[in-house]
C-alpha cells in the first residue's frame, strides 16, 4: 500500500479483509481556532466502516504540553480496542485543516506500525464526491496488537538544543511566516514571538493544493527547495505544538526522506525564557 491512497483506490478496497480505517480528525487547542467536535462530526457521518481513532486523547495527558506522544501502554490499548492488528494496511483521514492525520500517522510509526497510508484531500475529498457515509457506529472485535521498534523518531529539548551548537540536523518550522518571523505574537500567550535559530519555515499550508490534495513528485520537492531544505541531509520538524510538524515529515517520507520531529515544539521552547529565539526570515 502506497503511502498516500486515493478516494478512488480506497472505495475499491472498503471492506477487504486486514483494511482499518480510522478518523484522525483533532479538536483544535491553538486559540482563536475554529471549535471543530471530531467525535460528534464522526457520528454524524464517516466514511463506511471507519473508527475513530480520537486522537484528541492519544496523547500524554499528565504533560502540561498539548499533543504529546502518548505512554505506549495508551498506544496499544488503543489499537486493541479499535481492533487494529499489527500487520494490517491503516489507512487515516482527517477533516482537513491542520491535516492532522499526518500526526496520527507518525504517532502510528513511534509505535512501530508500518503498513499506514494516509487518504489524500481526506473526508472532504470523499464528501464533495458524494462518495457513500456511514453513522453507524463501530465495534470491532480487540485486536491482539503489540509494540513494534519505532520508525521514525521523535526529538527533545536537549536535542534541538545541541542541535544549534552542531548544526547535525536542518530543521523546518511548519508555522506560518507571519509567526515563524515574529511580526505575529505566538497566539499562545506564554510564548514569545519567533523561532529557533538557524531553522527554516515551510508553512504547512505550503504542502497542498487548493482542494486540500497533496502536492507529489517535482511540485513537493520544490516546497522544500524554496525554503533551502536539502532532503539529503538530516532534518528535524517543529510547529507550534507538534501537530503540523508531522506534515513536513510525512511530505519528506513521500520523497522517500525521513525527518524526525520536535514533539514540545513552540509550546515548550517558545515559553522557556531560557532558550535562544530569533526573529525575522531564516
Known amino acids: 500500500m502506497d503511502a498516500l491512497v ?11 479483509p486486514g483494511l482499518v480505517v480510522l478518523d484522525a480528525s483533532y479538536t483544535a487547542t491553538l486559540p482563536g481556532s475554529p471549535v471543530r467536535e471530531p467525535r460528534a462530526e464522526y457520528d454524524a457521518g464517516h466514511i463506511p466502516g471507519a473508527r475513530f481513532l480520537d486522537l484528541d486523547t492519544l496523547a500524554d495527558l499528565a504533560s502540561p ?18 481492533g487494529v492488528g499489527n500487520d494490517d ?8 485543516l491542520h491535516h492532522t492525520a499526518c500526526r496520527a500517522w507518525w504517532v502510528c510509526r513511534m509505535f512501530g506500525l ?12 470523499w464528501k464533495a464526491e458524494q462518495r457513500a457515509l456511514s453513522d453507524k457506529a463501530e465495534t470491532p472485535a480487540p485486536s491482539s ?9 521523535v526529538r527533545t529539548m536537549a536535542d534541538m538544543h545541541a542541535n544549534i551548537e552542531s548544526g547535525a540536523e536542518q530543521v523546518a518550522d511548519a508555522r506560518s511566516a507571519a509567526r515563524f518571523t515574529g511580526a505575529e505574537g505566538d497566539p499562545r500567550g506564554i510564548c514569545a514571538p519567533g523561532h529557533i535559530p538557524g531553522s527554516r519555515n515551510i508553512p504547512s499550508g505550503s504542502f497542498f493544493h487548493a482542494d486540500g490534495t497533496w502536492k507529489q513528485g517535482d511540485e513537493l520537492r520544490a516546497v522544500f527547495d524554496a525554503a533551502g531544505v536539502d532532503l539529503a541531509r538530516p532534518l528535524a520538524a517543529t510547529c ?7 506534515i513536513i515529515a510525512f511530505g519528506a517520507h513521500l520523497l522517500g526522506r525521513d525527518a524526525a520531529i520536535y514533539d514540545g515544539s513552540w509550546t515548550e521552547w517558545g515559553a522557556d525564557p531560557a532558550t535562544p529565539k530569533a526573529l525575522g526570515p531564516a
Open 240 to 246: 507550534g505544538s507538534g501537530i503540523t510538524a508531522a
Open 6 to 16: 486515493t478516494t478512488e483506490w480506497l472505495a475499491s478496497e472498503l471492506g477487504q
Open 145 to 153: 496488537f503489540e509494540l513494534r521498534p519505532a520508525l521514525a523518531e
Open 114 to 125: 508500518g503498513n499506514v497510508a494516509i487518504l489524500d484531500g481526506g473526508i472532504n475529498k
Open 65 to 82: 504540553l498539548p499533543s504529546m506522544l502518548p505512554p505506549a501502554a495508551l498506544f496499544v490499548e488503543r489499537m486493541r480496542a479499535l
Open 89 to 96: 494496511r491503516v489507512v487515516l483521514y482527517d477533516a482537513g
